[in-house]
T-cell receptor, first 112, second 115 residues
Framework: GAGVSQSPRYKVTKRGQDVALRCDPI?????LYWYRQALGQGPEFLTY????????KSGLPNDRFSAERPEGSISTLTIQRTEQRDSAMYRC??????????FGPGTRLTVL | AQSVTQLGSHVSVSEGALVLLRCNYSSSVPPYLFWYVQYPNQGLQLLLKYTSAATLVKGINGFEAEFKKSETSFHLTKPSAHMSDAAEYFC?????????????FGGGTRVLVKP
């Protein structure tokens, strides 16, 4: 079927606002990953799920960041009280378990 | 702990010339190694991967990479650059026997191909 999709593709928000970023993985993929990529750098791991269970959230930078995948498919990454340093490309990937990670196009977040 | 170092954030090659992108890693356990390519406004696409089988790995678009354990390297090469190879390339590592297969990426190398 279709690849990994993410929405919105671009998000501009003001400092202090909450944002929710959505990832729709490839159908049937067990694992879902979130990465953050600052300008000029490689992606950095944030968190991942197997089905609906969050297996590792060691990469979430602080408690303003949270993620969920309630039905084992679509996932939402939420950033509360955004700060300018949160500006980055947020990338989602999904995979069979185990297997190659397929990446979505990313959401470019800009915090003013 | 794992880390990946890509030597050179920018590489410029002439069309038809050899492309060589360097990647060195550190890992406390045997790793899987990957090269991804990122075209503008697109997601990361897997070029090739090493998963402890053959040390010379062939990927898509004529790229290949060689795993050298003694040098902790996984350099990416292509004998003849094409204009369409202009993109950003990322080397990544994940531990073989850890849950999650989360990837640790290098900082990336942007390739410019000159006509």
């Amino acid at each position: 079927g279709a690849g990994v999709s993410q929405s919105p593709r671009y998000k501009v928000t003001k400092r202090g606002q909450d944002v929710a970023l959505r990832c729709d993985p490839i159908s049937g993929h067990v694992s879902l990953y979130w990465y953050r990529q600052a300008l000029g750098q490689g992606p950095e791991f944030l968190t991942y799920f197997n089905y609906e269970a969050q297996q590792d959230k060691s990469g979430l930078p602080n408690d303003r960041f949270s993620a969920e995948r309630p039905e084992g498919s679509i996932s939402t990454l939420t950033i509360q009280r955004t700060e300018q340093r949160d500006s980055a490309m947020y990338r989602c990937a999904s995979s069979l378990w185990p297997g190659e990670q397929f990446f979505g196009p990313g959401t470019r977040l800009t915090v003013l | 702990a794992q880390s990946v170092t890509q030597l050179g954030s920018h590489v410029s090659v002439s069309e038809g010339a050899l492309v060589l992108l360097r990647c060195n890693y550190s890992s406390s356990v045997p790793p899987y190694l990957f090269w991804y390519v990122q075209y503008p406004n697109q997601g990361l696409q897997l070029l090739l991967k090493y998963t402890s089988a053959a040390t010379l790995v062939k990927g898509i678009n004529g790229f290949e990479a060689e795993f050298k354990k003694s040098e902790t390297s996984f350099h990416l090469t292509k004998p003849s650059a094409h204009m369409s190879d202009a993109a950003e390339y990322f080397c990544a590592v994940s531990p073989i026997k850890a849950a999650g297969n989360k990837l640790t990426f290098g900082g990336g190398t942007r390739v410019l191909v000159k006509p």
